[in-house]
Each structure stands twice: as structure tokens, then as C-alpha cells.
């Protein structure tokens, strides 16, 4: 598997790696965040992104609880996924037409059988 040494296949990279063989984000840049004095909050939702004069300058959020709060920030990076973000910078009336724009979902199915012998299709590299 890319990225988690030479001999790494526990089968579960798929569903997000169980050992931290892979490098994720967890083990890299939010670990280095904390270490230069970030903090990581669980269960919030990013209502908008705050601008000011067209510059970010930090977000209001919601937790799941519901209480709400603000972070300031010099820099602001959204990171949602190719659905989440253009949501987020529309809630934020961002004013740009090319929010959202080329956009390209890729819908899958999945398929299953009953196979005469074992395959273990989780195992090793895989594909996607």
C-alpha cells in the first residue's frame, strides 16, 4: 500500500488505516499542528467562513451540542472535499461563479458473489 512501507497489507486500509502504517493525517499534519500549538476540536460544524474587505478571517462554527463559537485566524484553510467546500464558501456568500463549477460525481455500485474459493480481495495492494 502506497506510503506504508515495504511489507504493510493488514487488510483494513480501506475503512481507514487501524495501525498508522499509511501516514495519514492523524499521524502527520494534525500531529504537527498540535505540536506547534494548534488544537483540534471534535464535533463541530463550520457554519461560515468570516471575511472581511475579501480577506478570511476566520470561521463560526457550531458544536454538536450546540453551543456555538468563533476562531480567528491569520490564515484560513478549507479542507471539506469537493462537495463540502463550495457549500461552505456559498454559505459564506462568497461571490465567485466558479464555486462548485466543474464538479464531476462519480457514482459506484457494488457487487457481490459467492465464489468457490477463498479470494480475500482485502489483502495486499489494492485498487481503486
Given amino acids: 500500500t502506497r506510503g506504508a512501507g515495504e ?8 475503512f481507514g488505516c487501524a495501525t498508522g502504517a499509511k501516514q ?3 499521524r502527520t499534519w494534525l500531529r504537527d499542528a498540535v505540536h506547534h500549538g494548534g488544537r483540534l476540536v471534535a464535533d463541530v460544524k ?4 468570516n471575511i472581511k474587505e475579501g480577506v478570511a478571517t476566520g470561521v463560526s462554527c457550531t458544536l454538536k451540542c450546540g453551543g456555538q463559537f468563533t476562531v480567528r485566524a491569520k490564515r ?3 479542507a471539506a472535499g469537493s ?3 463550495p457549500a461552505l464558501l456559498l454559505r459564506s456568500k462568497v461571490n465567485n461563479s466558479n464555486i462548485g463549477r466543474g464538479l464531476c460525481l462519480h457514482p459506484v455500485s ?3 458473489g459467492l ?6 480481495p482485502s489483502e495486499g495492494n489494492f485498487s481503486t
Fill in 110 to 112: 457494488a457487487a457481490w
Fill in 24 to 26: 495519514g493525517s492523524l
Fill in 7 to 14: 511489507h504493510h497489507s493488514c487488510g483494513s486500509c480501506v
Fill in 115 to 120: 465464489l468457490p474459493d477463498e479470494t480475500r
Fill in 46 to 49: 463550520v457554519d461560515k467562513v
Fill in 76 to 78: 484560513v484553510v478549507l
Fill in 83 to 85: 462537495v463540502q467546500t
